[in-house]
């Protein structure tokens, strides 16, 4: 059966049980904040093909994005001790963050004051008493300020004001190092917006890193995690039913989120879909919980009356509570299986989720605007009172990788396979030119406007530009 | 006449023991005075590596630096060696640093120097 559709444009939704409606029949609520849902109608005109394929429209981000927004860099744990490094490259630009002192996170440009040499070669984690230009060997202190310039007295003019390291704008939250290489940039809370509030239940630095990705992706940054925006295309790539009644949600100019039901869907939310699968017949109960095998579920049965998104719940908040040493009885069927994805614009994804912990960053691959950077972190849940263990060396993937090398993505390895091979030939249709603009479903690919849109205020239209 | 590389050091009293099995936590190092020169003994995921003590750029000792992963990281200008085979990751550091053989039972962990450095 249809529902009454309303005529106004992205007031539309699929056939079915809401997201709402399945968090309403679970057994224990979720947080407020997953409860919320709001979202607004943004428009529907074509986003342009060149802001994925032009060489102009990247050097318009490196010169007008990248260096005015907040970005983050690496976790707390990367750099515990004084005299921990991390640098961070983001295009052309570098940045070195350092904890100079036991209470104090600074981040500085990654560049000798001297005669512009990069300082740290590589981005990671590294440590040192100082900073040391490779090049005349001018150094600095981990404040910033100058330690020694050989042969003084040839630089009268290079004094603390002039040639101490320059400064980049660095804060923290939920245990992440955020940089903003704009001095004058609104502070980090702006740009968080709801964030701090809607993971108050969820406290990221409470989280360990369990396994770092970084694999090379073959299209635009934007491109790329643009594909992470929606469950749309779940059907057709993922070959899962699971993505037709997703609920999305923007909350103001920077933050949005999916939400999107493991371990039940709606079957009339494909009701236009090709073929009869998922739909005729629907799936049971307890086809749903085989699916769910992947989670390394014991419980094959569902019980009469009851479901397989109860199951599956019940039974990883026994295995994970032991794993974790963490008490998980209390936790939502939502928190504990449900992909909750949060994006912080411009390229951070958060995802507050118990057996779905994923944390992501897309950025330019240097200057080559048809590949990009992905790094994907799994958080785990730290019991209390256990201090945060050395964080894993990043596994690096080049373009043709497969992400099933690493074995511990388990499940998620061949999800984001197929991922990249859409990347890859979205990235080349668009290259292709046939079409000026790429479209945008009003409701389930509202946050990419979205994204577009804040793009919009940082990026100076080029009939305005002088 | 055995394989192992450590029976003739072990007959010619070359093999020096520089920890015992369980002193030492991963991602920690060790160091010991061994024939006279220092040997930095870390403790990595993918076991125990030795590796000269001293940067190969401006001689600072690595053992007041920091172990990562299996990179040791100099304390001075922040160059990095490879402690697996001792090569130089990062600037200003170019040249490798020497690495050594290790033999590590249940005795502990013993260090066997090259005829060169006895």
Sequence with gaps: MTKTVDPSPGAARASGPSIADTLARDAIAPPAPILQSQYEFLGDDDI?????????????????????VWQWVCREEHIPDVGDTYVYDIGRHSVVVVRSAQDTVQAFHNVCTHRGTRLFEREGCG??????????????????SI?????????????????????????TWGGFVFVNLDNAAAPLERQLDVLPQHFAHFPLERRRIKLHVQKRLPANWKAAQEAFMEAYHNFATHDAPNGGNTQYDIFGKFVSRFIHNIGSYSP????????????????????????????????????????????????????????????????????MLDSIEYHLFPN???????????????????DRVDHCLFD?????????????????????LDVDDSYTQVQALGWLAPVYDQDTDNLMLQQKGLSSAAKS???????????????????????TPPESQP | MSENPFEHNLLTHKLCKIADHDELPQGKTQVAAVNGR?????????????????????????????????????????????????VALSRPATAPIRTYQLLVNEQGIFVSLPDEAT
């Design chain 1, 437 to 459: 603009g790429v479209t945008l479903g009003n409701y389930q690919e509202a946050r990419i406007r979205r994204m577009h849109m804040t793009l919009n205020e940082y990026i």
């Design chain 1, 348 to 366: 951070m994804f958060l995802f507050p989720g118990v057996n779905v912990p994923m944390v992501y960053r897309f950025r330019p691959d240097g």
């Design chain 1, 376 to 396: 994907l972190l799994l958080l785990e849940m730290l019991p209390e009172g256990t201090p945060h263990p050395v964080p894993p060396e990043p596994v690096f």
């Design chain 1, 147 to 171: 330690d020694t310039i050989p042969g003084r007295w040839d630089f009268p003019h290079a004094t603390e004001q002039t040639h101490a390291l320059r400064p980049v704008r660095c804060d």
């Design chain 2, 38 to 86: 220092e040997v930095l003994l870390c403790h990595t995921a993918e076991g125990y590596f030795a590796v000269d003590n001293l940067c190969s750029h401006a001689a600072a000792r690595l053992c007041d630096g920091k172990l990562k992963g299996h990179r040791v990281l100099c304390p001075m200008h922040g160059g990095s060696f490879d402690v697996r085979d001792g």
């Design chain 1, 268 to 335: 009339q939310s494909l009701e236009d879909y090709p073929g009869d699968k998922w739909r005729r017949p629907a799936l049971t109960e307890q086809e749903q919980l085989q699916m769910l095998s992947v989670f390394g579920l014991s419980s094959d049965c569902v019980p009469e009356g009851d479901t397989a998104r109860n199951v599956a719940a019940a039974e990883l908040r026994r295995r994970l509570g032991e794993a974790l040493g963490t008490d998980l009885s209390g936790v939502s069927e939502c928190m």
């Design chain 1, 127 to 144: 440590y040192s008493g100082g900073f040391t230009c490779p090049f005349h060997g001018w150094s600095w202190h981990l404040d910033g």
């Design chain 1, 48 to 68: 342009p093909v060149e802001r994925y394929t032009s060489h102009a429209y990247m050097q318009r981000e490196m010169n007008e994005l990248w260096p005015r």
